[in-house]
Every structure is written in structure tokens, then in C-alpha cells.
């Protein structure tokens, strides 16, 4: 489990950044991303800054665990209680707290997302229909990244570094069911958040992505022959810390 | 807090107001599946919308009222059709979801003390398994651009956890249905719309007798 700069994907994504940012904050310096990515030190102030950056602390904590796992700091795991429980603060003014966290904790799962679909799509692995479900479904979760890191942004706060996945590309089988079980986290993870989220706007995108990562999961799910509705009439939500446990092995 | 739009190119279709095509859209389709269906359409919505509470309770009423229909839609004209296969065991799957659905947010309407939406009498103009579905797709797919557009509205969150909780097993209905007819599970590709509840009211006015 570790952070890494994977160079080459990396560069896509910085030109996909040029996403305008929101008038209301201004433009952030270009490539802050990038300097987080590729330097260790600044990593760890980012890691400081979105450390104490939650009033709720749980929710910044577990993030800040999560990215920290993969750094120098590997044991450190916090203990964080509620982290699916209270909102924190409704501050807007310092960085990466309440909602940007959250936000950030969310691109970081679509960052994994995106780059377990590039490489099952490289794989070969699959073709025809379920090649062309997979490949839309790679492209939405890139939008999602492009969506949340600018609205990162637009709140004020610098976007999450993006992990190196770990994801067994073995056989299609296993790969199709890795998707499911990846998307039903996915979806869990924004229904986990959604109540902790202060902003409207933060909450109708998180909402609108909830949703669609519902889609997919449902889709993978019965292409693996697993019922597309595994909660039955209510879906569960999953909380911070057990969305970091289930994806801990791929990254 | 003074949140203003982002500007996001991703998500400017994600908006908390505002729908107009979409909503024009799925009059568009339920417009095509009645013109090809029984001609019983109810000309005017019940007042089970109109007078259901205020602030939250109206919105649990409204969702409430949408389930009524998926419910009744999939539990009594999904048999009156006579589905076949799969689709039969889907609709059955689904329609215990909505029955359920309906049971969850009545309670929770009257454990927040407000009276709970009459079921409204529906009207589907739909008689074979192909016109089913084509209406099945419509109905989930708007019902969860309905919830997305009411759930950042919602005051208490624990109703959001509710919502979010049967608006993300809409979404998989929605999914499978389209899938099952050949359309995109992801109709709005990476960003499902929301849609206001006036537009969503427009939409499914004509399968309202009374």
C-alpha cells in the first residue's frame, strides 16, 4: 500500500486539469497537485494540514491515515470513533476541512477506481458488450476524478494525491468481480458520507455520483450473477474507516 | 453558508434547480409509451401532493407518493400484463422493493408526526412486456433524478440517510431495467440529474386517476 506518482498517468491527468477554476476562490497555482505527487515533504505538510484540517477530526484523520499508510508513517492507523457520525464545522474559510475532506476522501476512491478500469481495459481481457460497459464505466469514474478534484478547488482546498492501485488483473472472472465488489463499496462510501456533508451543491454532487456508482454496481453485479440489490429494499451505507479497510489491499 | 454554483464543467448539469430538458425529456417518453398504450390517461393530478405537510414531511409525502406508484405499478399491473422470465422476476424483485419502500417512509412520516400521503389511484397505459418495461425504465430512472433533487433540501439527516439508503437501490433498479431493454444503465453517463419535484409532478400527472 503506498502512494506513488505514476508518472505517465500522472500527465494525463494534469492536462485534464484545466478545468476552470470557480470565480468566487480565484485560480490556485497551477500544479499544486503535481508538487504534492512528487515531493515527499510537501506531501507530509499536506498530510499535517488535512490532519488537523477536520473540526470533527475523524473524518480528516482517517483520510489523513489513509494517504499517511502509504507514506513513511505506515503503522499509524487512527482509531477515529464516528467517524460516520457527526458533521463537523461549517467553517468554509481553512483548507481541507468538513466537506473538502470528504470530497478529497471521494476522489481518492475514484482515483482507484479509474485506475483499476485503465488497466483491465489494457488487460484485453474482456471484449464486445461487457469491453464497451467497462470502458463507459472507466470514463464516468474519470469524470468523477476531473469533477471532484475542481471541486476541491472551487471549496477552497487542494485536491488529494492520486494512489498507485494495487488491483490483481488476473482472469476475467475475477476481474469482473473485483469491479462489483469495488462499485458496491463505492456507492456505500458516498451513502456513508452523504448526512456529513454541509454544502447543497457538495451534497447534490456527491448525491449525483451516489447514484451512478449505484448503476454500475448493480450492472457488475449481475454480470457476475450476484443480485443487483445485495441490501435488499435499503441499501447500507459504509462508514469512513470500513471503506479504508475494504480497499486497503489495493493501493 | 452562501453556496453558489460551482464552475465545474462536470457538474453544471448537477444543479439544485432547474431541469427543464430532462423534465421535458421524460414527458417526451411517457408521452410515447401512452400514445402506444391504452388510451385511460387521468387528465389531473390527485391533491396527494398538494396538501402533505410542509419542509420535510412534504418531502417524505412526495417520495411517498412516488413509491405508491412503483408499487403499484410492479405488484398489480406488473401481474395484470403478465410478465414472462426474466422480466418477471425482476418486476416481482423490484416491486417488493417499492412495497417496502412505501412501509419505511410511512412510518417514518408518522413517527415525525405527520400524516401520511393516501395512496393515489393509478393508471398505466401499458399491455404488453415490452410497453412495461419501456414505463418501468422511466419510473425509476425519474424517481432517482426525484430524490436527487430533494435530498440536499432535506433538514434532518437522518431522512437523508433514508433516502440516500432507497434512492441508491432505485438507482440499481434503473440500472438493470435499462440494461434489460437495451438502453444505457448510466443514462446521464457520469452524473445522474436531478430533477425539481414540479417537473417530476409533470411527468407522472398522466398515470394519476385520482
Given at each position: 500500500?503506498?502512494?506513488?506518482t505514476d508518472?505517465e498517468v500522472?500527465?494525463?491527468?494534469?492536462?485534464d486539469?484545466?478545468?476552470?477554476?470557480?470565480e468566487e476562490?480565484?485560480?490556485?497555482?497551477?500544479?499544486?497537485v503535481?508538487i504534492?505527487a512528487r515531493d515527499?515533504?510537501?506531501?507530509?505538510?499536506?498530510?499535517?494540514?488535512?490532519?488537523?484540517?477536520?473540526g470533527?477530526?475523524?473524518?480528516?484523520?482517517?483520510?489523513?491515515?489513509?494517504i499517511?499508510?502509504?507514506?513513511?508513517?505506515?503503522?499509524?492507523?487512527?482509531?477515529?470513533?464516528?467517524?460516520?457520525?457527526t458533521?463537523?464545522t461549517t467553517?468554509?474559510?481553512s483548507?481541507?476541512t468538513?466537506?473538502?475532506?470528504?470530497?478529497?476522501?471521494?476522489?481518492?476512491?475514484?482515483?482507484?477506481?479509474?485506475?483499476?478500469?485503465?488497466?483491465?481495459?489494457k488487460?484485453?481481457l474482456f471484449?464486445g458488450?461487457?469491453a464497451d460497459?467497462?470502458?463507459?464505466?472507466?470514463?464516468?469514474?474519470?469524470?468523477?476524478?476531473?469533477?471532484?478534484?475542481?471541486t476541491?478547488?472551487?471549496?477552497?482546498?487542494?485536491?488529494a494525491?492520486?494512489?498507485?492501485g494495487?488491483?490483481?488483473?488476473?482472469?476475467?472472472t475475477?476481474v469482473?468481480?473485483?469491479?462489483?465488489?469495488?462499485e458496491?463499496?463505492?456507492?456505500?462510501?458516498?451513502?456513508?458520507q452523504a448526512?456529513?456533508?454541509?454544502?447543497p451543491?457538495?451534497?447534490?454532487a456527491?448525491l449525483?455520483?451516489?447514484?451512478?456508482e449505484a448503476?454500475?454496481?448493480a450492472?457488475?453485479?449481475?454480470?457476475?450473477?450476484?443480485?443487483?440489490t445485495?441490501d435488499g429494499?435499503?441499501?447500507?451505507?459504509?462508514?469512513?474507516?470500513?471503506?479504508?479497510?475494504?480497499?486497503?489491499?489495493?493501493? | 453558508?452562501?453556496?453558489?454554483?460551482?464552475?465545474?464543467?462536470e457538474?453544471?448539469?448537477?444543479?439544485?434547480k432547474?431541469?427543464?430538458?430532462?423534465?421535458f425529456?421524460?414527458?417526451?417518453?411517457?408521452?410515447?409509451v401512452?400514445?402506444?398504450?391504452?388510451?385511460?390517461?387521468?387528465?389531473?393530478?390527485s391533491?396527494?401532493?398538494?396538501?402533505?405537510?410542509?419542509?420535510d414531511i412534504?418531502?417524505?409525502?412526495y417520495a411517498?407518493?412516488?413509491e405508491?406508484?412503483e408499487?403499484?405499478?410492479?405488484?398489480?399491473k406488473?401481474?395484470?400484463?403478465g410478465?414472462?422470465?426474466a422480466?418477471?422476476?425482476?418486476?416481482?424483485?423490484?416491486?417488493?422493493?417499492?412495497?417496502a419502500?412505501?412501509s419505511?417512509?410511512?412510518?417514518?412520516?408518522?413517527a415525525?408526526g405527520?400524516?401520511p400521503?393516501?395512496?393515489?389511484?393509478?393508471?398505466?397505459?401499458?399491455?404488453n412486456?415490452?410497453?412495461?418495461?419501456?414505463?418501468?425504465?422511466?419510473?425509476?430512472n425519474?424517481?432517482?433524478?426525484?430524490?436527487?433533487?430533494?435530498?440536499p433540501?432535506?433538514?434532518?439527516?437522518a431522512y437523508?440517510?433514508t433516502?440516500?439508503s432507497?434512492v441508491q437501490?432505485?438507482?440499481?433498479?434503473?440500472a438493470?431495467?435499462?440494461?434489460?431493454?437495451?438502453?444505457?444503465?448510466?443514462p446521464?453517463?457520469?452524473?445522474?440529474?436531478?430533477l425539481?419535484m414540479?417537473a417530476?409532478?409533470?411527468?407522472?400527472?398522466?398515470?394519476i386517476?385520482?
Open positions: 500500500m503506498c502512494f506513488g508518472l500522472f500527465q494525463s491527468e494534469v492536462s486539469m484545466s478545468n476552470p477554476v470557480t476562490v480565484g485560480p490556485k497555482p497551477a500544479g499544486a503535481e504534492l515527499p515533504s510537501e506531501r507530509k505538510k499536506f498530510l499535517k494540514m488535512v490532519g488537523k484540517g477536520v470533527g477530526a475523524a473524518a480528516a484523520s482517517s483520510l489523513a491515515a489513509f499517511a499508510a502509504c507514506g513513511s508513517s505506515s503503522s499509524s492507523k487512527s482509531t477515529s470513533t464516528g467517524a460516520s457520525s458533521p463537523a467553517s468554509t474559510t483548507a481541507n468538513g466537506d473538502i475532506a470528504i470530497v478529497n476522501y471521494a476522489l481518492t476512491l475514484e482515483y482507484l477506481e479509474t485506475e483499476f478500469y485503465k488497466k483491465v481495459i488487460s484485453g471484449s458488450k461487457v460497459l467497462i470502458k463507459a464505466i472507466g470514463a464516468q469514474e474519470q469524470t468523477h476524478v476531473n469533477a471532484l478534484k475542481a476541491v478547488k472551487s471549496l477552497g482546498g487542494t485536491p494525491p492520486k494512489p498507485v494495487k488491483f490483481p488483473v488476473t482472469n476475467a475475477a469482473a468481480k473485483l469491479a462489483a465488489t469495488v458496491n463499496i463505492g456507492a456505500a462510501a458516498y451513502l456513508g448526512g456529513n456533508i454541509q454544502s451543491m457538495v451534497l447534490a456527491a449525483s455520483i451516489h447514484t451512478v448503476r454500475h454496481a450492472i457488475l453485479n449481475q454480470l457476475t450473477n450476484q443480485s443487483i445485495p429494499a435499503f441499501a447500507k451505507p459504509m462508514s469512513m474507516d470500513e471503506v479504508l479497510a475494504a480497499v486497503k489491499p489495493f493501493h | 453558508m452562501a453556496d453558489s454554483k460551482f464552475a465545474v464543467p457538474m453544471a448539469a448537477v444543479e439544485v432547474g431541469m427543464t430538458r430532462e423534465a425529456l421524460i414527458r417526451g417518453t411517457l408521452a410515447a401512452a400514445a402506444g398504450g391504452v388510451a385511460a390517461v387521468g387528465p389531473f393530478l391533491d396527494a401532493f398538494a396538501q402533505s405537510g410542509s419542509g412534504a418531502i417524505l409525502n411517498l407518493t412516488l405508491y406508484l408499487s403499484d405499478f410492479y405488484n398489480v406488473g401481474k395484470a400484463v410478465l414472462t422470465g422480466a418477471k422476476t425482476l418486476a416481482a424483485l423490484l416491486g417488493q422493493h417499492e412495497a419502500h412505501v419505511a417512509l410511512s412510518k417514518a412520516i408518522s415525525a405527520g400524516t400521503a393516501k395512496k393515489p389511484t393509478f393508471s398505466f397505459p401499458v399491455t412486456q415490452t410497453q412495461f418495461l419501456a414505463l418501468a425504465s422511466v419510473l425509476e425519474t424517481g432517482v433524478s426525484a430524490y436527487n433533487g430533494q435530498g433540501k432535506l433538514q434532518n439527516k437523508l440517510g433516502a440516500g432507497i437501490v432505485e438507482a440499481r433498479h434503473a438493470a431495467i435499462n440494461y434489460m431493454i437495451g438502453k444505457s444503465p448510466t446521464d453517463a457520469g452524473f445522474d440529474k436531478p425539481e414540479a417530476v409532478l409533470k411527468a407522472v400527472k398522466p398515470l386517476k385520482a
